[in-house]
T-cell receptor, first 114, second 111 residues
Framework: ELKVEQNPLFLSMQEGKNYTIYCNYS?????LYWYRQDPGKSLESLFV?????AVKQEGRLMASLDTKARLSTLHITAAVHDLSATYFC??????????????FGKGTHLIIQP | DVKVTQSSRYLVKRTGEKVFLECVQD?????MFWYRQDPGLGLRLIYF???????EKGDIPEGYSVSREKKERFSLILESASTNQTSMYLC??????????FGSGTRLTVV
C-alpha cells in the first residue's frame, strides 16, 4: 500500500523567510504532484514532477524530486502573505490499465504572517 | 483548459436518503475519480473509472457506489446517507500521463 507523508502538517512563518515542506512516499512511483488549496476551494495544480532530479519553479515556489530517496520538497523563498494556503503532495500509481488515482499526503497548512 | 463541473456546491440531505453527486468533464478524458476530503485526513480515493461502464474501488468504497454511463459523466451514489458521510467531495479527471483536473467540490451535510 502506497503511503505519502508530508511534514510539517502545520507551519506558521513570517513574511520574507524561507522554508521547505517535505513529502516522502513509500513505493516507486511514476509521478509526483503538488497542489495548493485555499479555504473552501478546490485544488489548484502547482507542479508535476516526472523524473528523478526534476526541478520546477514558479515564482517563489520551487519543487524537486529525488526518486531514489522517494522524497520531494516544496521550497518557499521570501514568503509573502498570499502564499498562505494548504499544500498537498500526491503520488500517481499509474499502471498499464490507466491512472489508478492519486494518493495524497495529509497536507501542510501554511500561514504566513506579516 | 479542461473543465470539471460538479453539479452542486452545497447539499444538505437527511439520514437514509439516496444521494447522487454528479460530475461532468468536457475534454474526453478516460479516467475519472471521486475523492472525499476530511480535516486531518486529507483526500481519500473512493472510486475511479477507466472508461464507460468500468469502475474500480479506491481506498474507502464502503457505503458508496458509482455510475459511468457516458464518458463525460461520473456519478457518486450514497445508497443510504449517514452522518459519517458528511464531507467535502471532489471529482477529478485525467488523461493518461497528463495530470489531473479537479472540480470545485460538493460540500455534503447529512443530518
Amino acid at each position: 500500500e502506497l503511503k505519502v507523508e508530508q511534514n510539517p502538517l502545520f507551519l506558521s512563518m513570517q513574511e520574507g523567510k524561507n522554508y521547505t515542506i517535505y513529502c516522502n512516499y513509500s513505493t516507486t512511483s511514476d509521478r509526483l504532484y503538488w497542489y495548493r488549496q485555499d479555504p473552501g476551494k478546490s485544488l489548484e495544480s502547482l507542479f508535476v514532477l516526472l523524473s528523478n532530479g526534476a526541478v520546477k519553479q514558479e515564482g517563489r515556489l520551487m519543487a524537486s524530486l529525488d526518486t531514489k530517496a522517494r522524497l520531494s520538497t516544496l521550497h518557499i523563498t521570501a514568503a509573502v502573505h498570499d502564499l498562505s494556503a494548504t499544500y498537498f503532495c500526491a503520488v500517481d500509481m499509474y499502471s498499464g490499465g490507466g491512472a489508478d488515482g492519486l494518493t495524497f499526503g495529509k497536507g501542510t497548512h501554511l500561514i504566513i504572517q506579516p | 483548459d479542461v473543465k470539471v463541473t460538479q453539479s452542486s456546491r452545497y447539499l444538505v440531505k437527511r439520514t437514509g436518503e439516496k444521494v447522487f453527486l454528479e460530475c461532468v468533464q468536457d475534454m474526453d478524458h478516460e479516467n475519472m475519480f471521486w475523492y472525499r476530503q476530511d480535516p486531518g485526513l486529507g483526500l481519500r480515493l473512493i472510486y475511479f473509472s477507466y472508461d464507460v461502464k468500468m469502475k474500480e474501488k479506491g481506498d474507502i468504497p464502503e457505503g458508496y457506489s458509482v455510475s459511468r454511463e457516458k464518458k463525460e459523466r461520473f456519478s457518486l451514489i450514497l445508497e443510504s446517507a449517514s452522518t459519517n458521510q458528511t464531507s467535502m467531495y471532489l471529482c477529478a479527471s485525467s488523461l493518461q500521463g497528463r495530470g489531473y483536473t479537479f472540480g470545485s467540490g460538493t460540500r455534503l451535510t447529512v443530518v
